[in-house]
């Protein structure tokens, strides 16, 4: 009898582990599985290591590269290419962020149900959210800089404008050397795969917990003799601005103040509002994941900490998780997850696959976004200048990032505008391009411009 029962017990032990197993295998198959058939072994999808089907188009249908027997074709205009270079990639896969080997199976039209032998020879169709003509007006408003421009639509969650520099023609590929210093990371999407010092920009996120944090913060004075001695460092201003309040300190981004507050806050509480603002996370863009932003707050010493509060230190912001913070306080805490991929079909139209819009988790109390937003209005009103943003509800902070002391600085501008039928959050990015009111802003209204339009017509 105890035998038996013995036996029983090790029957269910291995018929558990079995179901396990199985249950393991169907789940990696449901999930992996598009992987796996993609890999470049298998013969079906590839020619010699070339994908060799499928179709990428921008959200409009433009088609940006097209496979045909193991050759990829792309897009007709030259600028074209490049503004989107980063974002449709190379067949080769050396760039990461790249749709052709990151949707690799989306594009051949893998699926869990019949495998790949179903597959027609054109593969699928993928669209994603961008909109060719509005890349390319960022890439032209990037002119030589190098950096990025990223928009996306925060309620829906669709990139709009993903564009890197430095950047080549995947038609006709350039022989690149690593000491090259004109394609100085040109595989890198500097949107989604870098983190940059944030300079100014980073001054949002200090406010964030200053609201949170100091009781009645809106109402404090602050003295700006144009340097402060905080630690053992010297934290200097770019004026000297007097006894100024909370909001007039962000209006004219002044060191002093944001150095002293940083001060009161301290570095455990900054932080957390690093993370909790969603910037140290990684987000999953359609599986193509973001580089986490990353800081020094939790170890610095005070002087280090005010630098840190300040946008310099050992800030360094990722763009994209810097916009979609932009997109939460537009939006009252919380905002959509970016998205680059819109639908995909079969060549003839039929819809296959669905894309689940996420939401962040909450980044920000819905009251002190309302007074983030208030006060990026006034910067742009009381410094920018309304005037340079015709016809957009625009509410922004520039940056400008010193990398050391000999280099010219990084230029920044991020925000959002208010629009119902353009919820638009952004980041822009320029090397050396110097005073973010003066070069980020521009390319930002340039870029906006166009996505306002594109967006706004897409219902009619
Ligand atoms: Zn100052």
């Given amino acids: 009898m105890k035998s038996i029962t013995k036996r029983t017990i090790v029957s269910l032990i291995l018929a558990g582990i079995l179901i396990l197993g199985t249950g393991i295998f169907v789940f990696n198959f449901f999930t992996k599985g598009s992987e796996w058939a993609s890999y470049p072994a298998n013969s079906h999808l590839y020619t010699n290591g070339i994908l060799n089907s499928g179709t990428l188009l921008d959200k409009d249908g433009a088609v940006l590269a097209d496979a045909h027997d193991g050759t990829w074709s792309y897009h ?41 032998q179903h597959i027609g020879k054109d593969g699928n169709k993928v669209y994603l959210t961008v909109d060719a003509d509005v890349c390319r007006a960022a890439y032209k408003a990037l002119g030589s800089y190098k950096g990025t421009v990223c928009v996306y639509n925060y309620e829906t969650g669709e990139i709009i404008c993903l564009v890197s520099t430095p950047t080549y023609d995947p038609a006709y590929p350039p022989a690149i050397s690593d000491s090259d210093p004109n394609y100085d990371g040109v595989y890198v999407n500097r949107a989604l795969s870098a983190s940059f010092i944030p300079g100014s920009t980073f001054k949002l996120i200090t406010l964030t917990a200053a609201l949170e944090e100091i009781p009645d913060v809106t109402n404090m004075s602050f003295y700006c003799g144009g340097s402060v001695d905080i630690g053992d460092k010297t934290i200097t201003c770019t004026g000297t601005h007097g006894d100024i309040s909370l909001e007039k300190a962000l209006n004219v981004s002044c060191n002093c103040a944001f150095a002293y507050i940083a001060d009161m806050l301290g570095g455990k509480t900054l932080d957390k509002y690093t993370k909790e603002t969603g910037l140290t996370d990684s987000y999953s863009v359609n599986g193509i994941s973001t580089k986490a932003s990353s800081f020094g707050f939790k170890d610095d010493p005070a002087g280090e900490v005010a630098w840190g509060g300040v946008g310099q230190g050992h800030d360094l912001v990722n763009p994209c998780s810097m916009m979609i913070y932009m997109g939460a306080v537009a939006n009252g805490g919380k905002a959509a997850v970016p998205q680059i991929i819109e639908k995909t079909t079969l060549q003839g139209g039929l819809k296959t696959g669905f894309y689940i819009k996420k939401q962040t988790e909450r980044l920000v109390n819905s009251a002190t976004a309302e007074i983030i937003t208030q006060y990026m209005k006034s910067n742009v009103v009381n410094t920018y200048g309304e005037s340079r943003f015709p016809g957009l509800d625009i509410y922004g902070k520039t940056g400008t990032a010193q990398v050391d002391s000999s280099d010219s600085s990084n230029s920044w501008f991020v925000g959002f505008i208010k629009n119902e039928d353009a919820p638009l959050a952004f980041a822009v990015y320029a090397e050396g391009g110097g005073s973010g009111s003066r070069t980020a802003a521009t390319i930002a209204n340039t870029v906006l411009q166009e996505a306002v339009k594109s967006v706004s017509t897409e219902e009619e």
């Avoid at 974002?87 to 893998?110: E, M, S």
């Fill in 76 to 116: 007709d205009d030259q600028t074209t290419r490049k503004a989107l270079l980063h974002t449709v990639g190379v067949p080769d896969g050396t760039i990461y962020t790249g749709a052709i080997t990151r949707f690799a199976g989306k594009l051949t039209g893998y699926n869990f149900l019949t495998g790949a």
